[in-house]
């Protein structure tokens, strides 16, 4: 496991986190997650740990390889990124609440995030999902 991270208000260093394939995976990557933001001051970081949660369990359950996390905060939104080895694309537009094949965290993605996006690579993809965490009043405040 590699982690690179680096959180402060005043830089967008994401968090990287490369992950092995294995039933721990989501729980490490929950908890690395769930610091990093909370040193970010991530508006937003129940969610985007739960949705690091779905992401990093999907890559586990659909693929037998490692996968990769990134996080990136630009003070707008949050984008929550994970790759995989599986050139398998999932339907983000499909209407499901989830059957025995799953589709339940893909349906808690589309609730929780802001959008969702499939980027495909040769040999894989990246799934990225966006929570917005800077909130119209923020906009309207003027500075100390």
Known sequence: MTITASPSASTVTPLALALPWGLRSPAVARRIAARWLEAAECARTADAVLVVSELVT?????????????????????????TDHSEELPDVHRATSGDQRGGFGLEIM???GDSIRVVPRLGGKTVHVALLVRTPAQDRRSPP
Request: hydrophobic fraction near 35%; charge should be negative; glycine fraction near 8%.
């Open 58 to 82: 999907n890559a586990v359950r659909h693929t037998r390889g490692p996968c990769l996390l990134t996080l990136t905060d630009d003070g707008e939104s949050l984008d929550i990124a994970v």
């Open 110 to 112: 589309r609730h929780v």
